[in-house]
């Protein structure tokens, strides 16, 4: 990430701090290794009939956990092909992909890589995975539960001492609850 008015790298940018990480393991002789291994939740839904639903009653692309269920994991081939396909396009090399343990959960495995090119192909493959999504008419999130696709939204709280606090908390808590993170 650079400053737009003096185009240098931000020191507290998360790119600028692994640069930093790399470094010091680099002059104690040492090189970090990364590999990515992500989950997400597919929808037969595009992202617009989402947003029409207001991400409520989405339909998860299977109704059971699909780890190691082949023939689940065929019935969601089109996307996944197009994901693994489009990474390698990208050369990102993909090692597998399989369903996960939860209904709808899909796994991507890429193989590992220097820490730096590895964070950026972290970025690469979740955004390319919306994209592909987006053009078989689906949608994806990689949310912690498949269960909504809402954002996470700011809620207001007040706490014992009656001092008012803003978190973020997932859509699906009501909006009277008050949440600690």
Same mark, same amino acid.
């Given at each position: !990430?650079?400053?737009?008015?003096?185009?240098?790298? /931000? $020191?507290?940018?998360?790119?600028?701090? %692994?640069?930093? +990480? /790399?470094?010091?393991?680099?002059? !104690?002789? !040492?090189? $970090?290794? !990364? $590999?990515?291994?992500?989950?997400?939740?597919?929808?037969? +839904?595009?992202?617009? $009939?989402? +947003?029409?639903?207001?991400?409520?009653? %989405?339909? %998860?692309?299977?109704?059971?956990?699909?780890?190691?269920?082949?023939? +689940?994991?065929?019935?969601?081939?089109?996307?996944m092909r197009a994901i693994r396909t489009g990474l390698q396009g990208a050369g990102i090399p993909v090692e597998n992909s399989k369903g996960e343990a939860s209904a709808g959960q899909e796994e991507i495995n890429v193989r590992y890589a220097d820490a730096l090119a590895m964070a950026d192909r972290h970025a690469i493959i979740k955004n390319g995975c919306k994209e592909i999504a987006w053009s078989k008419g689906k949608a994806i999130t990689f949310r912690p539960s498949g269960t909504t696709m809402l954002p996470a939204v700011p809620r207001i709280s007040t706490s014992r001492s009656g001092a008012r606090r803003k978190s973020r908390c997932s859509s699906t808590i009501p909006a009277n609850t008050a949440c600690r993170r």
């Open positions: !990430m650079l400053d737009h008015h003096t185009h240098e790298e /931000v $020191a507290h940018s998360p790119r600028a701090i %692994l640069k930093k +990480q /790399v470094k010091r393991l680099e002059d !104690m002789g !040492m090189k $970090a290794y !990364m $590999a990515s291994e992500l989950e997400f939740f597919l929808f037969d +839904q595009s992202y617009e $009939a989402a +947003q029409t639903s207001g991400y409520r009653n %989405l339909k %998860l692309a299977s109704a059971y956990n699909e780890d190691y269920h082949i023939f +689940q994991t065929t019935k969601e081939e089109e996307v």
